[in-house]
């Protein structure tokens, strides 16, 4: 371990709330984000179904659960990152 990786492991560090105006700010900017982000996410639904519809009409509904596959692993990549994140910075 180097000398500066020691200072970083074993320096004094506290959390320190916010002003609430600041605070405040953070939660309208999170709150948007994740309706934003929930929006998106029914929207993109939404299509893979339409589009669940219109392949099953031509016998093609295979490429539709590869979509489907990829749209379930992002919302659960997603969703996790609010549980994960907390671990790697250490809350």
């Known amino acids: 371990?180097?000398?500066?990786?020691?200072?970083?492991?074993?320096?004094?560090?506290?959390?320190?709330?916010?002003?609430?105006?600041?605070?405040?700010?953070?939660?309208?900017?999170?709150?948007?984000?994740?309706?934003?982000?929930?929006?998106?996410?029914?929207?993109?639904?939404?299509?893979?179904?339409?589009?669940l519809f219109f392949s099953n009409q031509h016998g093609q509904g295979h490429q539709f659960?590869?979509?489907a596959g990829w749209w379930l692993t992002g919302a659960m990549g997603l969703g996790l990152a609010g549980v994960i994140a907390p671990i790697f910075i250490g809350m």
């Open 1 to 51: 371990m180097t000398a500066l990786t020691a200072l970083a492991l074993y320096a004094p560090t506290e959390a320190k709330p916010l002003p609430p105006g600041v605070q405040d700010g953070l939660d309208t900017i999170r709150a948007w984000a994740m309706g934003i982000g929930g929006g998106l996410a029914v929207i993109a639904l939404l299509i893979l179904f339409i589009g």
């Open 65 to 67: 659960m590869q979509k």
